[in-house]
């Protein structure tokens, strides 16, 4: 019986795993009230294989003081992962630079990076005297999140176990 709570544990363990998460990429964006970019990964430590990045935001509260919203897609192979963000209100940089940083949220992913949690933190450098230049920086934690049968392989167990130290 010992030998089974101990391998349910191992199984819920493994489904749990955490990864580290970080991708830069960098392109071009469209400025504006409502701004896109279309970019290119150029670093990546996740598991898949995610090339292209598309990003999609509003600048809220227009003026010297503004925030951004919004959410990033990675495509590649069968791989995806969807995040969505939202910088700290910050001034903008001065001339054509601006940068902002904030949080992100996993809200969905495909193939690797299918069914995980996760959050972290994220930043942006915009430059519009230089091509309209981006560069997105998402870095953070994703975790598996345990698949059902492996929960309730774990509680069986559990309860198997406390009911034979009961009889005892």
């Known amino acids: 019986m010992r030998k089974l709570v101990i ?6 363990c493994a489904g749990a795993h955490a990864f580290s998460f970080d991708i830069v990429s960098v392109g071009t964006f469209v400025p504006g ?3 896109t970019a279309s970019e290119i990964v150029v670093f990546e430590t996740a598991p898949g294989s995610l090339t292209s990045l598309a990003v999609s935001g509003l600048v809220n509260n227009p003026g010297p ?3 951004l919203t919004g959410s990033a897609t990675w495509t590649g192979g069968g791989d995806s992962l969807t ?3 939202v910088s700290a209100p910050v001034t903008s940089g001065s001339g054509f630079t601006a940068s902002y940083s904030g949080t992100w949220s996993y809200t969905g992913g495909a193939g690797a990076f299918s069914g995980l949690t996760g959050t972290g933190s994220w930043s942006v450098v915009f430059n ?5 230049y981006s560069n997105h ?3 953070g934690e994703l975790n598996a999140v345990p698949e059902p049968a492996s929960l309730a ?3 069986m167990a559990g309860f198997g176990y406390l009911s034979r130290r009961r009889r005892k």
Request: aromatic residues 16%; proline residues 0%; glycine residues 4%.
């Open 65 to 67: 003081s503004q925030f």
């Open 128 to 132: 519009s005297a230089n091509n309209n």
């Open 33 to 35: 009230t409502n701004y």
């Open 83 to 85: 995040l969505a963000f």
């Open 7 to 12: 391998t349910s544990l191992i199984v819920a």
């Open 153 to 155: 392989l774990l509680g």
């Open 137 to 139: 920086s998402f870095s």
